[in-house]
C-alpha cells in the first residue's frame, strides 16, 4: 500500500459514492448487507487469531478507581455507538414499506454492530493493555499489525 498514491485510493472512494448516489438508498443497503458478512467474518477470523495473545491480567482490576471512571468513558463510546442508529431513523419513516420488518432488521443491525464494537474494543484491551489501548491513535490498526 505505501506505492499506491492517496489520489488513486481517493479516486476509488469517490467512485463508490458517486455510484451509490445515482443508484439511490435501496443499492446503498444491498451492498452493506453483502460487505456484512465479509466484515463479520473476518471480525471472528481476527478474534480466533488473536486468542493464544490474550492476557487476562489486561484487563484486571476491574474497578480500581470506582464505577465513576466507568460511566464518564461510557458516556462517549454510547455516542459512538448510537449515531449509525440515529442516522437510520432520518432514513426510516419515508421509505420503508414494510414497519414491522424494517423495525427488526433495525434492531438486530443495532445489537449486531455494538456486540462487534465491544468484542473489538475487549481483544484490543486483553491483547495491548489499556495503556498501550489508551495512548494509540489507531490501537485496533496496531492490535492487527501483531
Same mark, same amino acid.
Request: net charge neutral; charged share 10%.
Given at each position: 500500500?505505501?506505492?499506491?498514491?492517496?489520489?488513486?485510493?481517493?479516486?476509488?472512494?469517490?467512485?463508490?459514492?458517486?455510484?451509490?448516489?445515482?443508484?439511490?438508498?435501496?443499492?446503498?443497503?444491498?451492498?452493506?448487507?453483502?460487505?456484512?458478512?465479509?466484515? #463479520?467474518?473476518?471480525?471472528?477470523?481476527?478474534?480466533?487469531?488473536?486468542?493464544?495473545?490474550?492476557?487476562?491480567?489486561?484487563?484486571?482490576?476491574?474497578?480500581?478507581?470506582?464505577?465513576?471512571?466507568?460511566?464518564?468513558? #461510557?458516556?462517549?463510546? #454510547? #455516542?459512538?455507538?448510537?449515531?449509525?442508529?440515529?442516522?437510520?431513523?432520518?432514513?426510516?419513516?419515508?421509505?420503508?414499506?414494510?414497519?414491522?420488518?424494517?423495525?427488526?432488521?433495525?434492531?438486530?443491525?443495532?445489537?449486531?454492530?455494538?456486540?462487534?464494537?465491544?468484542?473489538?474494543?475487549?481483544?484490543?484491551?486483553?491483547?495491548?493493555?489499556?495503556?498501550?489501548?489508551?495512548?494509540?491513535?489507531?490501537?485496533?490498526?496496531?492490535?492487527?499489525?501483531?
Amino acid at each position: 500500500m505505501t506505492e499506491v498514491p492517496p489520489y488513486a485510493i481517493n479516486a476509488l472512494l469517490i467512485i463508490a459514492v458517486v455510484i451509490a448516489v445515482l443508484y439511490g438508498i435501496e443499492t446503498i443497503g444491498r451492498v452493506s448487507e453483502l460487505i456484512l458478512y465479509f466484515v #463479520s467474518g473476518f471480525i471472528i477470523i481476527v478474534v480466533l487469531l488473536l486468542l493464544p495473545n490474550v492476557k487476562i491480567e489486561n484487563i484486571q482490576p476491574v474497578l480500581e478507581y470506582g464505577i465513576i471512571p466507568v460511566f464518564e468513558g #461510557s458516556i462517549f463510546l #454510547s #455516542s459512538f455507538i448510537t449515531l449509525p442508529l440515529v442516522n437510520i431513523l432520518m432514513v426510516y419513516p419515508k421509505n420503508v414499506y414494510n414497519v414491522k420488518t424494517a423495525k427488526k432488521a433495525i434492531i438486530k443491525g443495532y445489537l449486531l454492530s455494538a456486540f462487534f464494537i465491544f468484542i473489538t474494543l475487549l481483544m484490543t484491551i486483553l491483547v495491548l493493555g489499556y495503556a498501550i489501548a489508551a495512548s494509540t491513535q489507531y490501537p485496533t490498526y496496531l492490535l492487527l499489525y501483531l
